[in-house]
Nanobody
Framework: QVQLQESGPGLVKPSQTLSLACTAS??????????WSWIRQPPGKGLEWMGV???????YYSPSLKSRTSISRDTSKNQFSLQLSSVTPEDTAMYYC?????????????WGQGTQVTVSS
């Protein structure tokens, strides 16, 4: 059964780039059955889907975040990463990585535990 673990700094200064990694174990991120997504939840708000990377390395992003978001992967580490540029305090959130169905990109039951990122000077 796949396990996901987010890692990265918990504090980022405004205007800088937020960088997080998600390491998968128990399953390959190159499996054609699945995609791999990033989702966030600002305090007091609902979940926001940020983007996804498919088994072939293609990426798709939320239109509202597309200009600032990049998802990449390192298959040798079975890891995929998120970069969010030009952050503001509104980007403060719990950030999750999650496995998703390749057919419709809907996150399934396998999520990381989440990592809190605060944007503050």
């Amino acid at each position: 059964q796949v396990q996901l673990q987010e890692s990265g700094p918990g504090l980022v200064k405004p205007s800088q780039t937020l960088s997080l990694a998600c390491t998968a174990s128990g399953g390959s991120i190159t499996s054609s059955y699945y995609a791999w997504s990033w989702i966030r939840q600002p305090p007091g708000k609902g979940l926001e889907w940020m983007g996804v990377i498919l088994s072939d390395g293609s990426t798709y992003y939320s239109p509202s975040l597309k200009s600032r978001t990049s998802i990449s992967r390192d298959t040798s580490k079975n890891q995929f990463s998120l970069q969010l540029s030009s952050v503001t305090p509104e980007d403060t959130a719990m950030y999750y990585c999650a496995r998703a169905a390749s057919a419709n990109w809907a996150p399934d039951d396998y999520w990381g535990q989440g990592t809190q990122v605060t944007v503050s000077s």
